[in-house]
C-alpha cells in the first residue's frame, strides 16, 4: 500500500511561499502521476495542480496559475507557492494515480496523503 506523506506547511503571510513536498514511505513516485489538493475551511475540497509521471507534462488549475509550480524527481514531487493569498488557506494533500497524464480530478487518484496545513495569514 503506497503511502504519502507530505511536508513544509505552516504559517505565512501574504505574499510569502511556501515549499511543499509530497513522498512516499518506501517507494519512489516514479511511476504515479502525482496530484495536489486543498481544502479550506468549510468548502470542498479541490484540485490545484498535477503532474504527469514524466514531469514533462502538468495541469494548472485556473486559480494558481502563475503563483504556484510543481515539480518532481525520482523521490518526491513539490508544490512551490508564491504570491500567497488569504484564500490559497487550507489543508493541502497530494495524491497518487496509476494513470500517466496529470490531473486535477480527485476520482483520478488512487491513494492519498494525510494532508499538511497551509495558513496564509498576517
Known amino acids: 500500500q503506497l503511502q504519502l506523506v507530505e511536508s513544509g506547511g505552516g504559517l505565512v503571510q501574504p505574499g510569502g511561499s511556501l515549499r511543499l513536498s509530497c513522498a512516499a514511505s518506501?517507494?519512489?513516485?516514479?511511476?504515479?502521476?502525482i496530484g495536489w489538493f486543498r481544502q479550506a475551511p468549510e468548502k470542498e475540497r479541490e484540485g490545484v495542480l498535477g503532474?504527469?509521471?514524466?514531469?514533462?507534462t502538468t495541469n494548472y488549475a485556473d486559480s494558481v496559475k502563475g503563483r504556484f509550480t510543481i515539480s518532481r524527481d525520482n523521490a518526491k514531487v513539490y508544490l512551490q507557492m508564491n504570491s500567497l493569498e488569504p484564500e490559497d488557506t487550507g489543508i493541502y494533500y497530494c495524491?497518487?494515480?496509476?494513470?500517466?497524464?496529470?490531473?486535477?480530478?480527485?476520482?483520478?487518484?488512487?491513494?492519498w496523503g494525510q494532508g499538511t496545513q497551509v495558513t496564509v495569514s498576517s
Open positions: 495524491a497518487a494515480s496509476f494513470r500517466i497524464a496529470p490531473s486535477v480530478l480527485e476520482w483520478e487518484y488512487d491513494y
Open positions: 518506501g517507494y519512489n513516485l516514479y511511476n504515479y502521476a
Open positions: 503532474i504527469s509521471r514524466s514531469g514533462r
